[in-house]
């Protein structure tokens, strides 16, 4: 088990080792950040002094070591555009995107998930097509469309959820929560239907598959000649057996959550990191952007890392190399 | 390719897939779907209604007339007083042209990536495949916002406008492009074993002829069906740029430019400048989508 761990963590060092040179690349050689800051009255000596407070007249491999050191203690410099340092924003915004993640998340697969059971045990049923239909048609259709939709409908039409932004927030030392306010709550919903959509319709075609596969072997046929109650044998004996691909669609939709995060939270003006990452592309930000990268690289390699233990759990075959038995 | 071979025989019409896609009616009716938007896309310039750029043929008189109201303007008009539908038209040539440019930059990079890693193998397909490893797990759309704002960035910003198209088109093509490395790379070296690239190889032709003339024709069954389903995801790529407002300019606008116009108006009740693109484009990538997996299953020799 540690042994796994640790070949898995040595593997992601490269990956890591990537991101960081090029978010390092993109932090030292894209823009003129001198320029940007001093704007158009500067003497030399205020340019020069500027320059090596950034620390812009050592070598690159220096700089490189100093970025990743900095880094590492959650110092990734100043914005361009908003002149404050980026930790700063980004810890502002952290709490925002990481509810409306969490929520949506939640939200594909408790919906997701009994979704596929039902749409794979009765397979030739009405509903079942209806739900395979309307997932379809959710995969073709935009992230921002079905927001843009849902703002429409709810919000312009029928006025019972409010349009934009978190509602009234509570703060929780430095963290800023939504859950614990009624506008909070109301906020959150088309937000985070809106993101979890696709995942919830991937998560439901994919548990259904899976069921169609794991309802026709034996050891089902066996159960039923057994005389077991149906809701055991669908929940205790199928649904289990297809967890290990549903566990890495999650996870390896997680990274898409965040990717979309950014759409979600322009058309609902949610302010998160997505908002800001994307203020900051428009703004060619490169501060913020690496920085951005530089996180989405981890929380990447981290997820993977859990993903791959989670297998460990739930899969005994994978268990039977390092000499035990599985359950 | 089967359509070449089938001719010799009697005709395209006696070939597998043409008789899979005529007793197939999705795949129909989303062929006709897909075969409307491209000639009305393509034909946009002569059976338009109006010509949206045309700023001397816009009269504000116009502007905000709701839809099926008059056959002048049947899907209504925007703020301009602009056609909504010659705007969707015009709007689905810019959307299909980005989607079309950008897959087949993703291809041409893909199939390349993939052959020589396929056959040269070693360190060199380990390298390739590494990278297309990392890629894969971090989302396109973020790999192509990237990629837009470094060239943001490099570029003075008065000649944004001018390069953004080709920036959109690289930024989206360098996101989708390792899907193609990998299925290439697959099949490649399936190919390099069999009988007749050793007969290839005795004979002295080089290793360029070899992958160029000898194993790509054999390796474009699973690009084509890939590339399908890609084009797709690009054009909602594209919409999803344009829509965050780094994708084309104003002056060009996409389905994606429409709707993000559109959602300025949403909240004062001209919901048509909005929807009708969203719906355009959902249409256009939804037949796409069918088309794509229709191929998928006609294609794959498991399922007959």
Excluded: C
Excluded at chain 1, 108 to 136: E, K, Q
Excluded at chain 1, 274 to 301: H, N, R, T
Excluded at chain 2, 183 to 206: C, P
Aim: net charge positive; glycine share 10%; charged share 15%.
């Amino acid at each position: 088990m540690i042994v796994f761990v640790i070949s898995r963590l040595l593997q992601a060092i490269p990956v890591l080792l990537a991101v960081g040179v090029v978010a390092f690349s993109m932090f030292t050689y894209v823009g003129d950040p001198v320029g940007a800051m001093l704007g158009q009255d500067y003497t030399e000596a205020q340019r020069d002094a500027l320059v090596h407070k950034l620390g812009l007249d050592q070598p690159a491999w220096e700089q490189f070591l100093h970025y990743i050191w900095a880094a590492l203690h959650g110092n990734f410099g100043y914005s361009y555009r908003v002149a404050e340092p980026v930790a700063h924003l980004f810890a502002v915004r952290l709490p925002a995107t990481l509810e409306l993640s969490f929520t949506a998340s939640v939200l594909a697969v408790v919906v997701g998930i009994p979704l596929g059971v039902y749409a794979g045990i009765w397979r030739r049923s009405l509903l079942s097509r209806v739900f395979m239909v309307g997932s379809l048609i959710g995969v073709s259709l935009p992230t921002f469309l079905i927001g843009i939709l849902l703002i429409l409908v709810f919000s312009v039409e029928l006025g019972w959820l409010p349009s934009f932004g978190r509602g009234h927030v509570v703060a929780l030392g430095w963290w800023t929560t939504g859950f614990l306010t009624w506008s909070g709550l109301r906020s959150i919903i088309l937000p985070a239907i809106t993101l979890g959509l696709f995942q919830l319709t991937l998560i439901m075609r994919l548990v259904r598959a899976e069921m169609l596969e794991v309802l026709r072997t034996d050891y089902i046929k066996f159960a039923r000649a057994r005389g077991l109650r149906a809701r055991s044998i669908h929940f205790g004996h199928a649904l289990r057996n297809t967890l290990v691909p549903v566990i890495t669609i999650i996870g390896l939709q997680l990274g898409g959550l965040i990717a979309y995060s950014v759409v979600t939270e322009t058309v609902f003006q949610w302010p998160g990191m997505g908002l800001l990452f994307i203020q900051s592309v428009a703004a060619a930000d490169i501060p913020v952007m690496a920085a951005y990268l530089l996180l989405v690289g981890v929380v990447f390699v981290v997820i993977n890392l859990i993903v791959d233990l989670l297998y460990y759990a739930v899969d005994p075959r994978l268990r039977i190399g390092r000499g035990g038995r599985g359950r | 390719m089967s359509g070449a071979v089938a001719s010799r025989r009697g005709g395209w019409r006696d070939s597998d897939l043409w008789y899979s896609f005529t007793h197939s009616p999705v795949a129909v009716g989303s062929a006709v779907l897909s075969l409307v938007f491209v000639l009305g896309a393509g034909l946009a310039p002569w059976i338009a209604p109006h010509d949206p750029f045309n700023i001397a043929s816009l009269d504000l008189l116009d502007s905000f007339r709701h839809p099926f109201a008059s056959w002048a303007f049947p899907l209504g008009t925007d703020e301009q007083g602009r056609d909504m539908l010659s705007a969707i038209m015009y709007g689905t040539r810019v959307s299909l042209l980005v989607g079309a440019a950008s897959v087949a930059f993703a291809v041409i990079v893909g199939v390349a990536v993939g052959l020589i890693a396929g056959y040269a193998g070693g360190w060199v397909d380990g390298l390739l495949m590494r990278i297309s490893d990392v890629q894969l797990t971090f989302p396109s759309i973020l790999m192509a916002l990237l990629v837009d704002g470094v060239v943001g960035a490099l570029v003075p910003r008065d000649q944004h406008a001018a390069i953004q198209l080709y920036v959109i088109v690289f930024a989206i093509g360098i996101s989708r492009w390792p899907q193609f490395a990998r299925i290439v790379r697959g099949s490649t070296l399936v190919e390099r074993g069999k009988d007749y690239v050793a007969a290839a190889q005795v004979i002295g032709i080089g290793r360029v002829r070899i992958l160029i003339s000898h194993i790509l024709p054999n390796v474009l069954g699973p690009v084509l069906v890939i590339g399908t389903l890609t084009l797709g995801l690009a054009i909602l790529d594209e919409a999803t740029l344009s829509f965050l407002g780094v994708g084309l300019p104003p002056t060009q606008p996409s389905l994606g430019t429409l709707i993000r116009i559109g959602d300025d108006f949403l909240f004062s009740g001209q919901w048509w400048i909005t929807v009708f693109p969203g719906l355009a484009l959902m249409a256009l990538v939804l037949a796409i989508n069918l088309l794509g997996d229709w191929l998928r299953d006609a294609l794959n020799p498991r399922l007959r």
